[in-house]
């Protein structure tokens, strides 16, 4: 079938507003493959360096022209879902060697875990990790000792900071190893009920804990759909890791398997042989459209309205929030996975998985046919993979679905439209989760409950002091503010008044989970307050309207006032420090959250970080 016009014009409008710094990004990396493989260039003490701890592949890596795989990894034993990663290296190494290739660590990223500092101070360190692990994955890589990467990561940050340092190696091909969601634990549907009642005061912290316990119980990642498992369905729609290789679980004998294979086609797609495949020339403007699309049909997460954006300025390409706006419109919304239903990924996984949302996406003219890290391009992908011997095999992907309260085809979509909308008004612009929202909440209008600290809403509500129907505006949370912390903490409090009848919104130039959905948001507002945003104008009381549906924002309040009032001034930092400090620098010279939230510089030899925007310039 041919491609969806609105797909279509996006694509065009993405590669012509990129063009010179995508031409100017395909000549750096064409200029670094001309010197590649680098190793065999290398002094001999720069070499030595290099392979004195190789052991047994030191005389490959000394004088054999053979690949040698550079794996950077984000294990760490405390997060679940980097747990696995811990005895890859050695597995890793010894299915190279059956390929005919040496594999080597070449470094570790940091992992936070975002469940772990929801509401905690740690969280405004968390947007910033996106950077600091594409730093320190290009340190990794710097070596020259490498002629393909192998990915080790999965969370929220960790994939897109992975994906940024990597595209400034564009020269090598990068195969993304995913380590697979846990099984399935208690209900989502049961854990929320338990944290609605604990915001109530009818749960004891002891049952609040089991049940929390019961739902992240085991090695793996989490399982609702967040920002994580939202990576590895977008990393597939972009051809960068294994097809039907996101969802399936630690230890098992197709993990393993997966394992093997992706070690193997990173060995084969080296510039050593005769099918190369570097990823800055695979992550084309085609490839993120891809992402973004499936992103859209699968009601995945807000975070990657930041992420990707990042991610493709670091491919020289330039994506805007109307983009998106504008693929949600053409997407229609064909899977319902927690937070935007009742299953887990694990049930998305049984009721057809990536390759079924794959196969209806490109039938309906909805995906790009790229080139991906294996042949076939993206029609490989919509083929489900299953276990022959210790091999991967593939078949034809599910005529049908095997759970429609989970997945649909493109003929009976839940919804006609994707899961995000670009909102509008004056108070700048916003994004709303639309697909997590019920119809019946979508639209609200109602007086402002203004706070420049989350933990303040808790305390009105403690006190009996919210309106029954209100707006929490929680300003003073973005990116040049506080780091952009996710307010997932607050959700508990407001589905509890939601389910109790009462009309409640939240605006905030802060983000949500990927995993928060139910009440109707507007999240990520530019500019942000601290900014001069029109949000710190905003007062107690002022009647707002927050509508999904129709994408619009706007403090109902007579334009000459809004401008008149004096802009607030954000609180004091106290407290202890706990490590904010160290990213002063970030904080200060961040790029808004439309432009990715990017604290480091992506183009070369630049030292300033606020480049301008195409769009400033007379663009579109």
Not at 23 to 45: K, M, N, Q, S, V
Not at 286 to 299: E, Q
Not at 305 to 328: N, P, Q, Y
Request: proline share 8%; aromatic share 6%; hydrophobic share 40%.
């Amino acid at each position: 079938m041919s491609l969806h016009p609105r797909v279509a014009e996006v694509t065009e409008r993405i590669r012509e507003r990129s063009r010179p710094t995508r031409g100017d990004y395909l000549a750096r990396i064409e200029a670094a493959r001309r010197d590649t493989p680098h190793r065999f260039g290398l002094g001999c003490g720069n070499l030595a360096h290099g392979f004195a701890a190789a052991e047994e592949d030191k005389p490959v890596l000394k004088g054999e022209r053979r690949p040698n795989l550079g794996i950077v990894t984000a294990y760490n034993d405390m997060l679940s879902a980097h747990h696995p990663y811990g005895p890859y290296p050695p597995r890793l190494k010894a299915y190279a060697r059956e390929a005919g290739a040496t594999a080597q660590v070449a470094g570790g990223v940091p992992a936070m875990c975002d469940g772990v500092t929801q509401g905690r101070t740690g969280m405004e360190l968390s947007l910033f990790s996106r950077d600091v692990i594409a730093q320190a994955t290009a340190i990794a890589l710097c070596h020259d000792m490498f002629d393909a990467a192998l990915c080790l990561g999965i969370c929220d940050k960790i994939v897109p900071g992975l994906l940024i340092g990597a595209l400034a190696f564009g020269h090598l091909p990068v195969v993304f190893v995913p380590g697979g969601p846990m099984p399935s634990g208690l209900p989502n549907k049961a854990k929320v009920a338990v944290r609605e009642r604990y915001a109530e005061g009818k749960a004891t912290r002891e049952e609040l804990l089991e049940a929390e316990a019961q739902s992240y119980h085991s090695p793996g990642t989490c399982t609702f759909y967040g920002t994580a498992n939202s990576n590895q369905v977008m990393l597939e729609a972009m051809g960068l890791q294994l097809p039907g290789s996101s969802f399936v679980n630690p230890g098992t004998p197709l993990r393993e398997a997966f394992d093997r294979e992706a070690v193997h086609r990173a060995a084969r797609i080296t510039a050593l042989g005769d099918d190369y495949r570097p990823i800055g020339r695979l992550v084309d403007e085609r490839a993120i459209v891809n992402a973004l699309v499936a992103l859209l049909a699968t009601g995945g997460s807000t975070n990657h309205t930041i992420h990707f954006v990042a991610v493709a300025r670091a491919a020289g390409l330039v994506v805007t929030w109307e983009d998106f706006d504008d693929l949600s419109k053409a997407v229609p919304l064909l899977a319902r996975v927690y937070p935007n239903g009742e299953a887990d990924v694990n049930g998305f996984a049984a009721a057809g998985d990536t390759s079924f949302v794959i196969r209806e996406l490109l039938s309906g003219g909805l995906l790009h046919d790229i080139e991906t890290v294996i042949p076939g391009g993206m029609r490989a992908y919509g083929q489900a993979p299953y276990l022959d011997g210790d091999r991967v095999a593939y078949a034809p992907a599910p005529a049908a679905t095997r759970d429609p309260s989970v997945l649909r085809p493109l003929a009976d979509p839940f919804d006609a439209q994707g899961g995000l909308v670009l909102m509008r008004g004056n108070l700048g612009r916003a994004l709303g989760k639309r697909s997590a929202v019920k119809p019946e909440h979508r639209r609200v209008e109602a007086p402002a409950v203004v706070v420049d600290d989350p933990r303040t809403l808790k305390l009105l509500y403690e006190q009996g002091a919210l309106p029954r129907d209100f707006v929490a505006v929680v300003r003073f949370q973005g990116p040049q503010a506080n780091g952009m912390p996710e307010l997932h903490s607050l959700m508990p409090l407001l589905g509890l008044m939601l389910n109790a009848g009462r009309r409640v919104a939240l605006v905030t130039d802060g983000r949500l989970s990927g995993a928060s959905g139910k009440v109707p948001s507007a999240i990520q507002v530019v500019p942000e307050a601290i900014a001069g945003g029109p949000l710190a104008r905003v007062r107690d009381g002022d009647p707002m309207r927050v509508d999904l549906e129709a994408g619009v924002l706007e403090a109902l309040v007579e334009p000459d006032l809004l401008a008149s009032r004096p802009a607030a001034m954000p609180r004091t930092e106290g407290g202890v420090d706990l490590g904010r400090g160290l990213f002063a620098h970030n904080r200060a010279n961040v790029t808004p959250a439309d432009q990715g939230a990017l604290s480091i510089s992506l183009a070369p030899f630049s030292t300033g970080l606020r480049q301008p925007h195409p769009l400033e310039e007379g663009g579109e």
